[in-house]
């Protein structure tokens, strides 16, 4: 089972991007998803996250601006990111729980993340 983010890019303060992250494998089910991220020499933050209810929840930098949601069918997360700022500028990562179809429980890191740049 893994996780395989997309959907960063280079894009000027105030503009918009949409971050995807899709588990595939020998999946049953998936508890938890969400997505943090990290910038260059600080520390690993959560964003946003959101449970098999649809239940979020947001780091107040997140808060107004990003939306996490879910596609259950498709076994992927999203990130709606408005009026980006550069400080939100990092490397971003999504995690899942995942319940295999071998009856065992799983938290899976995405090992590659992607980029995300807010630069003018």
């Known amino acids: 089972v893994q996780l395989q983010a997309s959907g960063g890019g280079l894009v000027q303060p105030g503009y918009s991007l949409r971050l995807s992250c899709a588990a595939s494998?020998?999946?049953?089910?998936?508890?938890?998803m969400g997505w943090y991220r990290q910038a260059p020499g600080k520390e690993r933050e959560m964003v946003a996250r959101?449970?098999?209810?649809?239940?979020?929840h947001y780091a107040d930098s997140a808060k107004g601006r990003f939306t996490i949601s879910r596609d259950n069918a498709k076994n992927t997360v999203y990130l709606q990111m408005n009026s980006l700022k550069p400080e939100d500028t990092a490397v971003y990562y999504c995690?899942?729980?995942?319940?295999?179809?071998?009856?065992?429980?799983?938290?899976?890191?995405g090992s590659q993340g992607t980029q995300v740049t807010v630069s003018s």
């Open positions: 959101i449970n098999s209810g649809g239940t979020t």
């Open positions: 494998g020998s999946i049953s089910s998936i508890a938890n």
């Open positions: 995690d899942a729980t995942v319940l295999t179809t071998t009856g065992e429980w799983v938290a899976l890191i």
